[in-house]
């Protein structure tokens, strides 16, 4: 039998259209993409490509730790980018959070990111 949970937290940034942050499901969390919105300003991150990228991964570590997870549980990363000129600053900040093990990943650029933002991520987890 499947178990399918949306998971919300309060601490990110709210869906802006019909979707979920997450959805668990048996032992595993789908996070929706997350932009750099930073909810305490409620602003989007642009000074920099480094400090938007921590902010998105601010935002996915908030969603997995509300579904019982967390970033060290990440098997799956889909990176969205809107300029691979910037792929080595993203990918420095990247590689601080996924130091140890790090999980697969693909990344592709892409035309546009809603609210003007330069990266969205994506991950799957597990929550064993």
């Known amino acids: 039998m499947s178990i399918r949970e949306v998971i919300t937290a309060k601490e990110a940034p709210a869906p802006i259209g019909p979707y979920s942050q997450a959805i668990k499901a048996?032992?595993?969390?789908?996070t929706?993409?997350?932009i750099g919105f930073d909810?305490?300003?409620?602003?989007?991150?642009?000074?920099?490509?480094?400090?938007?990228?921590?902010?998105?991964?601010?935002?996915?570590?908030?969603?997995l730790a509300s579904a019982g997870s967390?970033?060290?549980?990440?098997?799956?990363?889909?990176?969205?980018?809107?300029?691979?000129?910037?792929?080595?600053?993203?990918?420095?900040?990247?590689?601080?959070?996924?130091?140890?093990?790090p999980p697969a990943r693909s990344c592709?650029?892409?035309?546009a990111l809603p609210r003007g933002a330069r990266v969205e991520i994506e991950t799957i987890a597990t929550c064993k």
């Not at 991150?45 to 601010?58: A, F, G, K, M």
């Not at 592709?108 to 035309?111: A, K, N, T």
């Open 108 to 111: 592709v650029e892409v035309g």
């Open 70 to 101: 967390s970033i060290s549980k990440v098997v799956k990363v889909t990176v969205f980018i809107t300029d691979m000129k910037n792929f080595q600053m993203m990918n420095s900040v990247y590689a601080q959070y996924f130091s140890e093990n």
């Open 32 to 34: 929706s993409g997350q």
């Open 39 to 63: 909810v305490t300003k409620g602003i989007l991150v642009q000074d920099s490509i480094e400090n938007e990228t921590r902010q998105v991964l601010e935002n996915v570590k908030t969603i």
């Open 26 to 30: 048996n032992d595993l969390i789908f």
